[in-house]
């Protein structure tokens, strides 16, 4: 492969190449992260790295590079977007054509999260004659499945070490140092089916459901509201689905809801999603739950390699949603968020990266990258 001539031009050849993550309804006939890992290599090796492909899941490798040191041992600085994007079901553009117009690029991933890996493999570009003579050792981690379960951050914290890591996503380059966390709650409740005609001779679970929605409303919710973190503010809860019953004169045998929590850093506990179920069995012994849970992040604003983002350019900032830094962060290794585009773009119909903020965001990791010099 020949090397693109510039990061528009390298941010091209990643949105072409259909990366979608295979949960749910990818919208292809083959998802998957390999090809976009393979690409991704192939540069790595041209930038003079030490490229691994390690695979995560079948077919599923993360791709990670390591940069020559003149000084083996130091310290490592991990930078880690995530290879992976959202199903392309509903775009009103073309996913994967990496169309240029009125000063942007459009296509799935070009804000979440390729723009951003862009940026950073288009600096390491840039710097790479130099990255042997700085004070850290590099290393580039292009992960798998960011969009659901996090495999590829898990697999890789759980192997190598780092003494910082900085995730790419698109916050308008904000330094985002905390996050929210998720626990997506799925609860179902049993009745027993019977004429509508004699209700009372069935059991409603719907009627269940309804129960237990009210202590999460009435109980739950009330407690996280009086609950204030001074940068994310308050933890939410959102009952996203609610499905029962079969036919309008048969009593519902069944009932299904689920529930999105967004949580903060203090209730990053053992037992907590435990606790609220109990709470909830209260009003019906039989419900039955399951979950998932993706933790939140703090990580202290007064490291000093945050500093350094800041004299790149970044300023300290919070954030609602989740993302692979508190994978790292849980491991012991200090993360952050941070890169150009906004989170307002990312997951949209007609996704898009403004082509000034991809050049931002190069400036912003070259001038990083020089601070560990």
């Known amino acids: 492969m020949s090397a693109p001539a510039d990061v528009v031009e390298l941010l091209q050849a990643l949105v072409r190449i259909p990366s979608v993550n295979p949960d749910g309804n990818p919208g292809v006939e083959n998802p998957g992260e390999a090809a976009c890992a393979a690409y991704v290599a192939e540069f790595l090796r041209q930038a003079g790295a030490r490229v691994e492909l390690e695979e995560v899941l079948p077919g599923r490798p993360n ?208 037992g907590f999603i435990e606790e609220i179920v109990a709470e909830l069995r209260q009003a019906c012994p039989g419900l039955e739950a399951t979950w998932t849970e993706s933790r939140p992040l703090w990580t202290d604003p007064c490291h000093p390699l945050i500093g350094a983002l800041e004299q790149a350019g970044g300023k300290c900032c919070g954030a609602p949603w989740f993302c692979d830094a508190a994978v790292f962060a849980a491991a012991g290794i200090p993360a952050v968020a941070a890169g150009p585009g906004s989170i307002a773009q990312a997951h949209t119909k007609d996704e898009w990266i403004a082509l000034d903020d991809l050049q931002q965001g190069v400036a912003f990791y070259k001038a990083f990258l020089e601070q560990l010099g």
């Not at 990670?64 to 509903?90: E, N, Q, W, Y």
């Not at 994967?96 to 999260?113: K, N, P, V």
């Not at 900085?166 to 004429?195: D, F, N, Q, Y």
């Open 63 to 270: 791709v990670v590079g390591f940069f020559p040191s003149h000084a083996p041992g130091k310290k490592r600085v991990v930078f880690a977007p995530h290879l992976d994007t959202v199903s392309v079901i509903g775009m009103a553009i073309d996913p994967f054509a990496a169309e240029l117009r009125e000063g942007r690029l459009w296509g799935r991933g070009a804000c979440d999260t390729k723009g951003p890996m862009a940026a950073i493999l288009w600096a390491l570009w840039e710097l790479r004659d130099r990255i042997a003579d700085l004070d850290y050792e590099i290393c580039f981690a292009g992960l798998i499945g960011e969009e659901a379960g996090q495999h590829g951050s898990k697999a890789f914290a759980a192997r190598h070490r780092a003494e910082f890591a900085v995730i790419a996503e698109p916050t308008e380059l904000g330094i985002v140092h905390t996050h929210k966390g998720s626990a997506w709650l799925h609860l179902t409740t049993h009745g027993r089916a019977v004429h509508a005609s004699a209700p009372d001779r069935g059991s409603n679970a719907i009627y269940k459901m309804m129960d237990v929605l009210a202590v999460l409303r009435g109980q739950v919710l009330p407690r996280f509201a009086a609950m204030h973190h001074p940068v994310l503010g308050s933890p939410t809860l959102s009952v996203g689905t609610l499905q029962g019953g079969s036919k309008i004169n048969i009593v519902p045998d069944r009932c299904e809801a689920s529930v999105d929590f967004r949580t903060l850093p203090e209730q990053d506990r053992p």
